[in-house]
């Protein structure tokens, strides 16, 4: 079972969840959901932030969770999973960007997408991965479902 980490918040309040929702601009990443990175990453979010010199404030608070067996995830191991999602309609674009239809997830049960950016080199390739999901920097999970959030707090 993987365990993830989110940066930039103690702990996680089911609260403060904002349903995921198709966005104007920055179209290849949604507004709300929770973002993470598994702490095994090879290229997770610590590492952008640390490359970058990203937020680096934020990597000192953090909480890590679990999600539960049953969760929906669509894993993107290669440019071809990406292929199998609902693509958004309404956008098209030169450089060959994938617009997930977020929503549509939702009401499909999607729970997770979860990018495995650095599975293989061919994803920095022209049509791979990186290309594809421009903005989708690292590997990393988008919880679309709060209720599969297995907070933990003795780790």
């Known amino acids: 079972m993987a365990l993830y980490i989110h940066y930039g918040s103690a702990n996680f309040n089911p609260r403060y969840f904002e349903q995921v929702t198709n966005r104007d601009q ?3 990443k949604p ?3 929770l973002w993470a990175s598994r702490v095994d990453a090879k290229l ?3 590492n952008w932030c640390e490359g ?3 937020r680096l404030e934020d990597l000192n608070t953090y909480f890590r969770f679990l999600i539960t067996p ?3 995830v669509a894993h993107l191991y290669t440019s071809k999973d990406l ?3 609902p693509r958004r309609n309404d956008c098209f674009d030169r450089w060959n960007e994938f617009y997930p ?3 549509q997830m939702a009401k499909d049960g999607w729970d997770a997408i979860e990018l495995h950016l650095s599975s293989t080199d061919k994803n920095w390739d022209k049509d791979g991965l990186y290309w594809r999901l421009y903005g989708w920097d690292c590997d990393s999970i988008l919880i679309m479902n709060p209720k599969i959030i297995s907070p933990l707090t003795h780790i």
């Open 26 to 28: 920055v179209r290849v």
């Open 31 to 33: 507004n709300g959901g």
């Open 44 to 46: 997770g979010w610590r």
């Open 52 to 54: 970058e010199e990203f």
């Open 70 to 72: 049953a969760a929906k």
């Open 83 to 85: 292929d199998r999602l």
């Open 101 to 103: 239809d977020f929503e």
